[in-house]
């Protein structure tokens, strides 16, 4: 079965400082999305980066990029230089060929960033 | 602003009764999924629709229902109401079947509140 996880449910990071945000996934399809979506308190889900199982080059979008290690299926994702503004909920999500589609997410985790 | 518009944004109602949830696709997409995030369950994926068919379908409840329209615009059905089918209901959109590698725009969601 495809599974998602996310195994920290908080972090904190210093302002100015980089972060990783854990992302594992299980799934018996070669052809799959990995997606990673930011939601802030106002609640709205936002696109942040997508990386495809055979895409060789790890996806940069900004100051987002993510760490896709096949062999291990991680899919963490790094952000650079954090801002006060990145202070949300981060989920990790995945997309299977076969699926049509559909997005399997994590539990998340909230990201506080200190000034 | 994804593109994705959800009515209404905010809905509060009684046990027993029913509502529906209304989404309008990005112009030009085919896709419509339905997502249901609340805090025990996390964000569960309920149905899909493309170009006016059922494609795929999560873990949706009987007593919820859905269709796309011809103009593309998709309901959401929930019926004899309970307290646990309060939650952030959302809707996404794609360009296409969504190939494990197209984006999905998220619209705003609508908070249901079974009261």
């Known amino acids: 079965a495809q599974k998602i996880t996310q195994t920290q449910p908080g972090m904190f990071v210093q302002e100015k400082e980089a972060v990783t945000l854990d992302c594992t996934y299980d799934t018996s399809d070669q052809s799959y999305g990995l997606f990673w979506y930011k939601q802030p308190s106002s609640g709205e889900m936002i696109f942040l980066i997508y990386q495809g199982s055979y895409d060789e080059q790890n996806a940069t979008e900004g100051r987002y990029s993510l760490n896709f290690q096949k062999a291990r299926k991680s899919a963490n994702l790094v952000i650079s230089a954090s801002q006060l503004g990145d202070s949300a909920m981060y989920f990790c999500?995945?997309?299977?060929?076969?699926?049509?589609?559909?997005?399997?997410f994590g539990q998340g985790t909230e990201l506080s960033v200190k000034p | 602003d994804s593109g994705v518009t959800q009515t209404p944004k905010h809905l509060i109602t009684a046990t027993g009764q029913r509502v529906t949830l209304r989404c309008s696709p990005r112009?030009?997409?085919?896709?419509v999924y339905w997502y249901q995030q609340s805090l025990d369950q996390g964000l569960q994926f309920l149905i899909q629709y493309y170009n006016g068919e059922e494609r795929a379908k999560g873990n949706i409840l009987e007593r919820f229902s859905a269709q796309q329209f011809p103009d593309l615009h998709s309901e959401l059905n929930l019926s004899s109401l309970e307290l646990g089918d309060s939650a952030l209901y959302f809707c996404?959109?794609?360009?296409?079947?969504?190939?494990?590698?197209?984006?999905?725009?998220f619209g705003p969601g609508t908070r249901l509140t079974v009261t």
């Open positions: 996404a959109s794609s360009l296409g079947v969504a190939t494990a590698s197209e984006e999905e725009y």
């Open positions: 999500a995945m997309s299977n060929y076969n699926q049509g589609g559909k997005l399997i």
């Open positions: 112009s030009g997409d085919l896709s």
